[in-house]
Each structure stands twice: as C-alpha cells, then as structure tokens.
C-alpha cells in the first residue's frame, strides 16, 4: 500500500463580515496535509490555526446534511466531499444572502419551503397506520427524499441566475410530493408557479448534486405531466 | 436491494470538470446565433444579388463571392444548423417522457454535427 503524501495547498478565502465589513475581501492562507484532504479540511485547519474569527459550518462530515455547502473556484460543492485543489478560491453559496464569511442565510430558503406545504396533503385524515404502498413507488420516493437541501443545485443553476425560477431542490421537492400517492395537493400547479417552464433543461443540477439525484429529471416529469397529461391537477 | 448510497460517499471532484449541461447550453445558443445571423445575411444577400434596385450596392459587394466560398463558414454553418436541430429534438424528446442521458446525448449529437462539418471541410481539402 502506498504511504500518504503531504501536499500544500493554496485557499484564498472570501471574508465579508456586513456589521463590520464595507466590502468582500480575499485572504490567502496556505495548509499542508494529506494529498487527500478534502476542502472542509483545509477550511477547519484554517480556523484552527490560522483565522480563529472564520465563519464557516459543517455537520456530518460524510456528505449527508448538506450543511457545508460552499463554492469552490467558481463551482458549488459538499466541502466535506470535494477534493482539495493545490489552488483555491472558497467563496460562500451565492445566489443567498452571506450572514458571515462562508456562512449564508438559509430563512429565505427556510422560507420557501414552508410556503410550499411539503406534507402529504390528504382527502381524509390520517387512517393511523402505514399506508399500503408498493416497494417500487416506496424506493423511488424513498430515493427523491435523500435530497439534503443542500442547494448545490441551486447556486449552480443558470436559470436561477437569470430568470425567475426558484431552483431545482424545490422541484425535486414538490416531484417526491407528486408522486406520493396520499398527496392530493396540486403540485403540478406549484411548479409552475414557482418559475418550472423556466428551466432550461440543461442537467447541471443532476451533474452537481451530491446526493446523485436529478432535479432536471423531476422538472422532465412534471412538464411531461402538462404538456401529455397524467399528472393531479 | 436498497438503492441508498454506501458510505462514506466518494470523492467528488466537481471543480475540475466542466459542466456538460453548461457546454450543451451555451452551444444550443451559440448555434441558434449563428442560424439567426445566417438568415439575416441569406435574406439580405438574395435581396442585393437579385434585386434590379439594389444593382448599385450588388456592384460595391464583391466581397460577398469570397465570403460565401468560405469553407469554415459552410462548417460552422452545417455544425449550427445540425447541431441546433438536433439538441432541441433531444430537448423536445426529453420532454415528452423519453429517457436520453445528457452526457451521451450530447456527445452524439457534438460528434454527428462535427461529421457534417467536417465533410464540409474536407470537401473544400479535395477529399
């Protein structure tokens, strides 16, 4: 087995405080370590040892809560999960508003998820027992529910950029709904309230989510779903 | 079998490839931009060549013959309309419920459009 080897890398890290700050600044900061650390290293080793006053967050660490969420060199990624680059630039998640350094403001996102009611909505009440569903349809939602929320997707999406379209998590959210079969909520409707027609189809989400999911994919489905029928109006 | 992903999951490396959703749509618009240009210049071209009133401007154009026997122009021109065509059937396909991979897709469709464009240039190579 080959032994490990010490590389150096090169972060230069956007520090904006906006109490304090009255415009964004990079520092260069340099960390050496293991040829495979991840950008979530670099970052905490930063913290430790070089800017005790950065604002970061992270949670698991495996690539599960989503929490880490950062841009590096232009390109939104899991921190804990991307590989650390001989040069970076980590900036936070954009299109969000930035609370501190690499730490964003999620109530917007917060937000929108609760305007969008991601809970079965039923005829009737609960029966108080597992509903019957079958073990294909249970792994499919099963899978559209591994979404972390990251919104990876989202700061990486063109037309969130550009058009009034609120991003492909939420889609994928209001699909996973959709396709529940005790939901009787007009998702179709939501999508397209919240700007679907305006994704252009392009699969950056699917190549940059973390979870392996498809955003595009559940979009496909609902547009599918107006333009040949089939889905709940 | 669950389809959950095992963990820990792999290594990305999401910063040092390109975004193929990205390429695919910026060449969609590039290739619609030239079609468009194209069109202009064919309309107003066919209006100087043969319109009688337009005889004194088809006289101050001689560019226009060297232009048109470009053969990277005819290229370009052959890989936009392919190119343009084809990825919007894909856009259209994947609309209406058929399952196409976006890397695959692509890909064919850079390659079928590059052949085009290619025997164009070929063609002006003599082979």
């Known amino acids: 087995m080959s032994e490990m080897q010490n590389v150096t890398v090169t972060a230069e890290i956007r520090r904006y405080d906006p109490g304090q700050d009255a415009a964004p600044r990079y520092e260069r900061f340099q960390v050496t370590g293991p040829e495979n650390m991840r950008v979530l290293d670099v970052v905490r080793s930063i913290y430790e040892s070089q800017a005790p006053d950065l604002a970061y967050q992270f949670a698991c660490r495996i690539g599960r809560c989503g929490t880490c969420a950062m841009r590096v060199n232009g390109r939104p990624v899991l921190a804990c999960q991307e590989r650390c680059k001989p040069e970076m630039r980590i900036e936070p998640l954009t299109p969000f508003p930035v609370l501190r350094d690499l730490v964003v403001d999620r109530s917007e996102i917060e937000g929108r998820l609760e305007q969008l009611a991601l809970a079965p909505v039923r005829d009737a009440a609960h029966p108080g027992a597992p509903e019957p569903i079958g073990a294909e349809l249970a792994a499919k939602l099963c899978r559209m529910d591994s979404c972390l929320l990251c919104m990876v997707c989202v700061s990486a999406c063109p037309a969130v950029d550009q058009r009034a379209f609120d991003g492909p998590a939420f889609m994928l959210k209001l699909r996973h709904l959709a396709e529940h079969p005790a939901d009787r909520g007009n998702r179709l409707g939501q999508a397209l309230e919240h700007g679907m027609l305006e994704c252009f189809n392009c699969d950056v989400c699917t190549q940059v989510c973390p979870a392996d999911l498809s955003p595009a994919q559940a979009i496909r489905d609902f547009r599918k779903d107006l333009f040949l029928g089939g889905g709940r109006s | ?127």
Do not use: C
Request: proline letters at 3%.
């Open chain 2, 1 to 127: 079998m669950s389809s959950a992903l095992p963990l820990p999951r792999n290594t990305t490396r999401q910063a040092d490839v390109a975004l193929q959703g990205e390429i695919a749509r910026m060449l969609h618009r590039f290739t619609g931009t030239v079609i468009v240009i194209f069109v202009l210049v064919h309309v107003i071209a066919q209006a100087v060549l043969h319109a009688p009133a337009l005889a004194a401007l088809k006289a101050q154009a001689s560019w226009l013959p060297v232009v048109q026997s470009q053969h990277w122009v005819h290229a370009v021109l052959y890989f936009s309309i392919v190119f343009h065509t084809l990825y919007g059937f894909k856009l259209l396909l994947t609309e209406i419920g058929f399952a196409l991979d976006y890397r695959k897709a692509l890909w064919s469709i850079v390659s079928v459009s590059s052949a085009f464009a290619l025997r164009e240039l070929l063609r002006y190579a003599g082979v």
